[in-house]
């Protein structure tokens, strides 16, 4: 098949790690005999500092006409101070609005070879197999008013978390099906004791749970849920939240893992095009480096075959060949090996 999928390097040790994942895209290209054509765009830091914005208007239509969107990270001190008028991570942001991708998916497996580099007991970490499904176009990120102002000589800054129904359906209904597929178990997180938005969630969920009788559903508050990811994370599957609770549940979730490099993401909206991406940051402390590890990246890339483009067996590919270089010991700085960005990508393109 053809596919035209855009790059978006973006800042630190993006770069690095988005041409690893190339790399292995064009590996599964030459075998599987697919043609994927490239388009490198700027977001970001890069951004701002080439266009004056994080995200210029000719980027965003060449993401929302592409078949997928491949993206590393940004963001760095460079850009970081909170009096600036632009700032990285709204390019991130409009991205997501733009592309209307709003779910977001960040399974968290672990390699049972790297259970010593997870801060949980091994006994803990037994059959840890979660898939959060993170709201990602609403609530405190876009809510409106938003702002920071001076009321009687009292400065005053403020957010809005708000989420209307259909927003709160659509998610949810995507992590029923999810869950079909795989141990027919929803935990819905939210904050219903406390939080108006979250009743309303809770309320459409239940709604929705009715279309899947197949499908257990289970509600959380996210107070209890930030404890059960560390006290026995195995009981959770299918893991449907908000925006700002899944931003702070999945970094929690990624250390499980061994190592946040290690973990991918899938953002997701009503048609095939998605915006795939390794959960972690910019890391400007090694950025340019070359020791990053890629494997985030790289199963994002996977993502991105089996969701935008279909290709099933090329991304499952993709994952057994990272599983079977982890097995192989082969180890990143993050993970205590040796191997650059470069080499640990080489050790998972011979296993495909
Ligand atoms: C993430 C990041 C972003 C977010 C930042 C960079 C805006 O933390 O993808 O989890 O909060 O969504
Ligand atoms: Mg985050």
């Not at 995200?55 to 239509?61: P, R």
């Not at 997180?189 to 406390?194: L, R």
């Not at 899944?246 to 499980?256: F, K, N, P, Q, R």
């Not at 993401?265 to 402390?285: F, M, T, V």
Request: hydrophobic share 45%; glycine share 10%; charged share 25%.
């Amino acid at each position: 098949m053809q596919a035209n999928i855009v790059l978006l390097p973006g800042d630190g040790i993006g770069p690095e790690v988005t041409r690893a994942a190339v790399a292995v895209l064009d590996f599964v290209a030459k075998k599987y005999e697919h043609q994927f054509d490239y388009s490198e765009q700027r977001i970001g830091g890069c951004a701002i500092d080439a266009e004056g914005t994080a995200l210029g208007e000719a980027t965003l239509q060449a993401c929302q006409s592409a078949d997928a969107v491949l993206l590393g990270a940004v963001g760095g001190p460079k850009w970081d101070d909170p009096n600036a008028a632009v700032r990285p991570e709204q390019g991130l942001l409009a991205l997501r609005k733009g592309m209307g991708v709003f779910a977001n998916l960040r399974p968290v497996r672990l390699h049972p070879d790297l259970a010593a580099a997870s801060p949980l007991k091994p006994e803990l970490l037994a059959g840890v197999d979660i898939i959060v499904v993170r709201e990602l176009t609403g609530g405190l990120y876009f809510g409106e008013p938003k702002g920071q102002d001076v009321q009687n000589g009292v400065r005053r800054g403020y957010d809005t978390l708000m989420y209307h129904d259909y927003e709160v359906e659509r998610i949810v209904d995507l992590a029923f099906r999810l869950a079909q597929g795989r141990r027919k178990k929803v935990t819905s997180v939210d904050k219903a004791n406390v939080l108006a938005s979250s009743r309303l969630w809770r309320k459409v969920t239940m709604e929705v749970a009715t279309r899947y009788p197949d499908v257990a559903l289970e509600h959380m508050l996210v107070d209890t849920a930030a404890m059960k990811l560390v006290t026995g994370p195995a009981v959770l599957d299918v893991v449907v939240t908000e925006n700002m609770f899944g931003d702070i549940l999945t970094d929690e979730a990624s250390v499980l893992a061994g190592s946040m490099g290690l973990l991918p993401s899938a953002s997701l909206g009503a048609g095939k095009n998605g915006l795939y991406e390794p959960i972690h940051g910019s890391a400007p402390d090694i950025a340019g480096k070359g020791i990053a590890n890629p494997v985030g990246t790289i199963l994002s890339a996977a993502m991105l075959l089996r969701y935008s483009l279909g290709l099933e067996t090329e991304a499952a590919a993709i994952e057994k060949a990272v599983y079977e270089a982890l097995s192989d010991g082969c180890r990143t700085r993050d993970l205590g090996g040796e191997l650059s960005t470069t080499q640990m990508t080489e050790e998972i393109i011979k296993k495909l």
